[in-house]
T-cell receptor
Framework: DTEVTQTPKHLVMGMTNKKSLKCEQHMGHRAMYWYKQKAKKPPELMFVYSYEKLSINESVPSRFSPECPNSSLLNLHLHALQPEDSALYLCASSQGQKNTEAFFGQGTRLTVV | AQTVTQSQPEMSVQEAETVTLSCTYDTSESDYYLFWYKQPPSRQMILVIR??????QNATENRFSVNFQKAAKSFSLKISDSQLGDAAMYFCAYRSEWNQGGKLIFGQGTELSVKP
């Protein structure tokens, strides 16, 4: 199983809503990542979890709150988002943080209205 | 800080022909990894090929090969016998061996179209 599964695939939310994005992998990977990607742009790193601990936060606004309940799951909790937060949110995992490639999920297309 | 530059926003190739996508990068590190990812309209980022900086031999994966020039900090991707399914956005990416927690630094991407 070399899949990273993200749910939902599409999400429309209002600026006052609270929602969560979910990511799951069963490859035994110990590093998991959230990236944000705008249309026709490269992905930009948001957070890195290593062994279920937050190791990198790329100065992401607090309206995005990551959570790693266990080694297979990664959540991104969303609250009071702005329309400019509309983007494709990609989850990725790798065996470790060093010298291994990252596997990506299909992403969640988020629209904030 | 490391940077990755892809100077070709768009490229086009005839089916069955060969195309080369360019990538240059800037780093002061000696140990790092370079990747080419493909992102079709389905959105999933798919790893095409990887290169370890300490290896002199260029990586190959079936129809995909790279020309890695470490001194010139160049990492181009050659796609041979292009197929319609190769049409996608291609991103070159850099990853430090020791620093930055596994962060991938991407270039701006090259959108490849394949003409039948």
């Amino acid at each position: 199983d070399t899949e990273v599964t993200q749910t939902p695939k599409h999400l429309v939310m209002g600026m006052t809503n609270k929602k969560s994005l979910k990511c799951e992998q069963h490859m035994g990977h110990r590093a998991m990542y959230w990236y944000k990607q705008k249309a026709k742009k490269p992905p930009e790193l948001m957070f890195v979890y290593s062994y279920e601990k937050l190791s990198i936060n790329e100065s992401v606004p607090s309206r995005f709150s990551p959570e790693c309940p266990n080694s297979s799951l990664l959540n991104l909790h969303l609250h009071a988002l702005q329309p400019e937060d509309s983007a494709l949110y990609l989850c990725a995992s790798s065996q470790g943080q060093k010298n291994t490639e990252a596997f990506f999920g299909q992403g969640t297309r988020l629209t904030v209205v | 800080a490391q940077t990755v530059t892809q100077s070709q926003p768009e490229m086009s190739v005839q089916e069955a022909e060969t195309v080369t996508l360019s990538c240059t990068y800037d780093t002061s590190e000696s140990d790092y990894y370079l990747f080419w990812y493909k992102q079709p309209p389905s959105r999933q980022m798919i790893l095409v090929i990887r290169q370890e900086a300490y290896k002199q031999q260029n990586a190959t994966e079936n129809r995909f090969s790279v020309n890695f020039q470490k001194a010139a900090k160049s990492f181009s991707l050659k796609i041979s016998d292009s197929q319609l399914g190769d049409a996608a956005m291609y991103f070159c990416a850099y990853r430090s061996e020791w620093n930055q927690g596994g962060k991938l630094i991407f270039g701006q991407g090259t959108e490849l179209s394949v003409k039948p």
